[in-house]
């Protein structure tokens, strides 16, 4: 179990970085996703996109 939650908090960080990227094609936005301003700067959260991004790696990885 720790090692599916080590997998979800990279797949933050990674997805954090390549957000503005990934908007253009719709990931980021989805209602699971926290987006907040904090002192002018905007924090985005995705963990909606993080969850549908992991089980998609997951069933291709399983089934390939």
């Known amino acids: 179990m720790i090692r599916w939650v ?5 797949a933050v960080i990674v997805l954090s970085s390549a ?5 253009k094609m719709g990931i ?5 996703d926290v987006r ?3 002192f002018g700067k905007v924090f985005s959260l995705p963990f909606a996109s993080t969850i ?6 997951f069933l291709l990885a399983r089934f390939l």
């Open 36 to 38: 907040f301003r904090l």
């Open 52 to 57: 549908l991004i992991s089980t998609v790696v």
């Open 6 to 10: 080590l997998v979800i908090f990279l």
């Open 19 to 23: 957000l503005p990227w990934l908007e």
């Open 28 to 32: 980021g936005r989805l209602p699971g």
